[in-house]
């Protein structure tokens, strides 16, 4: 019986190693970076994959679903995901004014999605906010510094303008 | 006997170069008064009013030390238009440096030449958190050079005068589209804002359907415009197009860089009614040919690799590259390591032949352009025929451009001297770039792509690559841009101060 058990276990192994190997879907748990998908493409198409980084720009939905685009610093890539789950992550998008949340999107990488005209992107299933996005409040702020240089050539001007009047005269 | 410029050149060079950079200075409070009325960006406004400053100064000096009433001759106006370029660079490189997004400030001074060629190629760093002000600027730098920077001087800011055609010449623009230069100019401004308007509109409604919230729709929408009809490539995201995924954005953008690609006498005769012109012009037709021809030969070389699943979806992405390249305007749907790793040498050596030959003369594209191409067809058509007909035949060789010209020895050795100028050019590039470690068809895929002001990349441009090769694709922009005779005629009179008598 112990023996049956243990032709049974070495065969689920083997049927899951298979599985997992060979098929179309192969799960990634480390998130792989932007460059390396672009990269290679082809090795990645159609697979599961993990891929971090933070939420810039636009959250743009489409019905049901939504784009949002999502770069882990180097490059950003777009990723393609049903509406409640943007509903749970209520996403911070990065800009000029914020840093945006910084997420990893697990789901299914195309090299070109034949959904969406060839675009190289991920269908997620499942995304998680890593850490939260912030507000930069020195995008309101004077920067110290460029605020006299701009004096300083302010000044220069004016003297040049009132020489030159001079001079004209 | 070569004979050394006097100094009353250098003065009025100087008089009309202090000009344009107060042109330039002016430029510079658009992005100001946006980035205080509608950005509210204090601090990139700041790096505006400094570089507004210095242009200030430096347009002062040079229009008060170098005063003069004395019309420009053509060694003039050619030396102002090239070296007004420089300067543009320079002066529009300040606000881009000081932003902190480019890691030193020849990498700004290439983002700016890149700029105001329309060429599109960038080194900015994490472009998606640049401020709203410097996005503008970047995309209004394409716009300004597009329609010639002495042209929006010529506009604007300097009253009519007989040498303004020749700085006019200067920026390849040798068409008249109007008797008057000045009229012609303003015309040029006139069609460009009534497609910014149209255009802009189009682009903002297709980004709100796609779910981007108005005011970022008509941000996007105004910055796509001017990118797009200037033929540049910048995109305010660094996925450039792709960030969109969508399918009428990609449509709207195809058609405004295709307007952008038009000859600008050619929208004169459409708008005045004559529209059997476009299917008549010698550089519509060529166009036409060109572009099937190309499209053949690209998808071909993607049919083979099997990369995009579908005709539909080979379509969409060979299309979109195709003529994104043979406008020069080099916006991307795909990444620049796709190029490479995902297309074939045949789909590449077609779009760079694409990039290779341009659209249209006295239009906002670069490279050897339609016109010529054209004349180089007829003029073989001229000799085939000289050949097989009897040897006391008259041949005569017409083409359709407006009207119906005959085809003299003098354009035919023109559009060959400039032909072969490109030919050189790009492989100047791709020579130096082979040099520099990188394979010959990426290097000559890069220069094309920087000499004729395209903007596509496949990943060579980056702000990691050797110092030389950013100064050398600096020069192709800047050469291919003003196609050479002023180039020329710049390092003519520093010859002459060396060695002229």
Redesign the interface.
């Known amino acids: 019986m112990r023996n049956l058990f243990n032709v049974k276990c070495v065969m689920f192994n083997v049927i899951l190693l298979y599985t997992l190997h060979f098929t179309h879907y192969t799960a990634f748990a480390q998130p792989v970076s932007a460059?390396e998908l672009?990269?290679?493409?082809?090795a990645y198409d159609g697979k599961t994959i993990a891929y971090a980084g933070e939420v810039?720009?636009?959250?743009?939905?489409?019905g049901n679903f939504?784009?949002i685009?999502v770069?882990d610093?180097e490059?950003?890539i777009?990723v393609?995901l049903e509406g409640h789950l943007l509903k749970q992550a209520d996403l911070l998008a990065?800009?000029?004014r914020s840093?945006g949340d910084l997420i990893e999107v697990i789901g299914v990488f195309h090299?070109?999605c034949?959904e969406?005209?060839?675009?190289?992107?991920i269908h997620a299933f499942e995304i998680e906010k890593i850490a939260p996005g912030r507000h930069n409040p020195?995008?309101?702020?004077?920067?110290t510094g460029?605020?006299n240089?701009?004096v300083v050539?302010?000044g220069?001007?004016g003297l040049?303008?009132i020489l030159?009047q001079l001079?004209?005269k | 006997m070569i004979l050394k410029p006097r100094p009353q050149d250098f003065v009025v060079i100087g008089y009309y170069l202090g000009k344009i950079i107060l042109g330039l200075a002016l430029s510079m409070f658009v992005p100001v008064f946006a980035g205080l009325v509608f950005f509210r960006e204090a601090s990139p406004v700041l790096d505006f009013l400094i570089a507004i400053e210095i242009a200030l100064i430096a347009g002062l000096l040079l229009t008060r030390a170098c005063s003069t009433e004395k019309e420009l001759n053509w060694m003039q106006g050619m030396v102002v238009v090239s070296l007004s370029w420089l300067v543009a660079m320079l002066l529009g490189a300040i606000p881009l440096y000081l932003s902190g997004h480019w890691k030193s400030f020849l990498d700004a001074c290439f983002d700016s030449m890149s700029g105001f060629a329309t060429t599109g190629l960038i080194l900015v760093q994490d472009l998606d958190h640049l401020s709203f002000t410097h996005n503008l600027w970047r995309h209004l730098i394409l716009f300004i050079g597009g329609q010639g920077i002495v042209i929006v001087a010529l506009s604007f800011f300097i009253k009519g005068f007989s040498g303004a055609f020749k700085m006019y010449v200067g920026e390849a623009r040798d068409e008249r589209i109007l008797p008057n230069i000045i009229h012609t100019s303003r015309f040029i401004w006139f069609v460009s804002i009534v497609y910014l308007i149209l255009g802009t509109s189009a682009l903002a409604i297709a980004g709100m359907a796609n779910g981007i919230r108005p005011a970022s729709a008509f941000f996007h929408g105004v910055c796509i415009f001017m990118a797009a009809f200037d033929t540049g490539g910048f995109a305010p995201q660094s996925q450039n197009i792709l960030y969109y995924h969508s399918l009428p954005f990609e449509i709207i953008t195809i058609i405004i860089m295709i307007l952008g690609a038009f000859n600008f006498k050619l929208h004169y005769h459409l708008w005045t009614g004559n529209r059997r012109e476009i299917v008549r012009n010698i550089e519509m037709v060529t166009l036409f040919i060109s572009i099937m021809v190309l499209f053949f030969i690209t998808g071909f070389g993607l049919t083979q690799l099997g990369t995009y699943p579908g005709l539909a979806v080979l379509f969409r992405k060979g299309f979109y590259q195709l003529i994104s390249a043979h406008t020069g305007t080099g916006y991307q749907t795909i990444y620049a390591a796709q190029f490479v790793n995902e297309w074939n040498h045949l789909a590449r050596v077609g779009i760079i032949c694409a990039m290779s030959l341009g659209g249209a003369a006295c239009s906002t594209t670069g490279a050897i352009k339609m016109l010529r191409l054209g004349i180089i067809f007829k003029a073989l058509l001229e000799d085939i025929k000289r050949i097989i007909l009897p040897e006391r035949a008259i041949v005569v060789q017409k083409y359709h451009h407006i009207k119906e010209i005959f085809l003299e020895d003098k354009q035919v050795r023109l559009a060959f001297l400039i032909t072969l100028a490109y030919f050189a050019l790009y492989w100047f590039g791709a020579v130096a770039g082979s040099c520099f470690g990188y394979p010959f068809i990426d290097s000559l895929f890069e220069s094309t792509s920087a000499s004729a002001n395209v903007g596509l990349s496949c990943g060579i441009t980056n702000a990691a690559m050797p110092a030389a090769l950013k100064y050398i694709y600096i020069f192709q922009m800047w050469a291919g841009r003003l196609e050479f005779m002023s180039i020329f005629t710049l390092i003519g009179v520093f010859v002459a101060v060396i060695k002229g008598k």
């Open positions: 460059r672009i990269e290679n493409a082809q810039i720009g636009d959250i743009m939905r489409r939504a784009w685009n770069t610093g490059k950003a777009g393609w990065g800009s000029y840093t090299r070109a034949p969406h005209g060839g675009d190289l992107d020195e995008a309101s702020s004077f920067n460029k605020r240089a701009a050539l302010l220069a001007l040049i303008w030159a001079k004209f």
